[in-house]
């Protein structure tokens, strides 16, 4: 069975999956239709823990929002919800109006909801994996956004169900960002999420490397903290342009630790984001030329 939905002025079908149940299916159409007018579903994805993907994710998003985006930053992580961490809102109470769960006011241009103001401890772990996709299909239904152009989404690592389930949701996602530090095995994981970002027919803008080098405090010499062929392997064999470079700086681990952003008090770190978001914001512009011609 299909029905008609609307995305813009365009009309597509929501398909029932093969043996979704009424309760899924109804939740994920809500979802679909949640999203339909936002510009540009971003998804950030990563083939591994700990390589920075919520770092990006939380400073492109505020970066976005300073460029007059008006930004949803989404983290749906299951396995390590860190968003509420790195932007300092550990413990804030969370409004619920209407049977809809409202998200936190970051800025004036940026809200965000993490998935970990709902987890006491570590709750993923003892999650079975149709709850984890329900939780996620729950979370991301319920939650009231108000009117944004783009939202950005801390998407679980892996190509495993969860990603899926997101990319799914997000139905049409428009692009992805992948994460990666310069280490071969990190790349060789982010490889597989460029292969899944385009199985589910979600085109990838880009790669940031993260943690790419380090500047010797003393003498101020490039340090390479993890040799290896580097993101540039991606242009090279998948044909995914790498769209910024970031350093590693233990000033940063603190002021992560501390609830705050690298991009607020590091011009390096600035610099680095205004350019990724500016290809982000370039390739919407493309999108949406491309969108514009068809109709
Ligand atoms: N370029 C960087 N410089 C310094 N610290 C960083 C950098 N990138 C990430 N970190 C820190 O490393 C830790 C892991 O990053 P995180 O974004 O949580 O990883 P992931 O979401 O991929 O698991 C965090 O404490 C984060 O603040
Ligand atoms: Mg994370």
């Known amino acids: 069975m299909t029905e008609k939905g609307s995305f813009g002025n365009n009309k597509f079908e929501v398909k029932r999956f093969k043996g979704e149940d009424d309760r899924s299916y109804e939740q994920r159409k809500r979802i679909v239709d949640k999203f339909a007018g936002v510009k540009l579903r971003l998804l950030v994805l990563s083939g591994k823990g700990g390589v920075g993907k919520s770092f990006v994710a939380t400073n492109l998003a505020f970066t976005l929002s300073q460029m007059d985006y008006r930004v949803g930053l989404v983290d749906?992580?299951?396995h390590g919800p860190s968003i509420?961490?790195?932007m300092g809102l550990e413990g804030v109470k969370i409004e619920i109006k209407d049977n809809q769960i409202m998200p936190v006011r970051?800025?004036?241009?940026?809200?965000v909801i993490s998935i970990g103001f709902f987890m006491k401890g570590d709750d993923s772990v003892i999650w079975r994996g149709p709850m984890k996709a329900g939780a996620i299909r729950?979370?991301?239904g319920d939650v009231a956004w108000g009117d944004i152009d783009m939202l950005v989404v801390d998407s679980p690592p892996g190509t495993g169900d969860e990603p899926l389930s997101v990319a799914q949701l997000l139905l049409?996602?428009?692009?992805?960002?992948v994460v990666t530090t310069p280490q071969d095995l990190s790349v060789g994981n982010v490889g597989r999420s460029v292969t899944f970002s385009r199985t589910v027919g979600m085109p990838v803008i880009g790669a940031v490397e993260n943690m790419s080098y380090m500047t010797c405090p003393h003498c101020g010499e490039r340090i390479e903290l993890f040799p290896g062929?580097?993101?540039?392997t991606l242009y090279k064999e998948m044909g995914v342009p790498v769209i910024g470079r970031l350093p590693f700086k233990p000033e940063v681990v603190a002021l992560a630790d501390e609830g705050k952003l690298a991009v607020r008090d590091d011009d390096e770190f600035k610099n680095a984001?205004?350019?990724?978001?500016?290809?982000?914001?370039e390739?919407?512009?493309k999108i949406e030329g491309v969108r514009k011609k068809r109709e």
């Open 273 to 281: 984001f205004d350019g990724i978001a500016e290809k982000v914001i």
């Open 172 to 177: 049409g996602a428009r692009g992805s960002i």
């Open 76 to 78: 749906v992580d299951i």
């Open 138 to 140: 729950q979370f991301l």
């Open 283 to 285: 390739y919407q512009r």
């Open 229 to 232: 062929r580097g993101a540039d």
């Open 106 to 111: 970051y800025t004036d241009g940026l809200e």
């Open 84 to 86: 509420p961490k790195l």
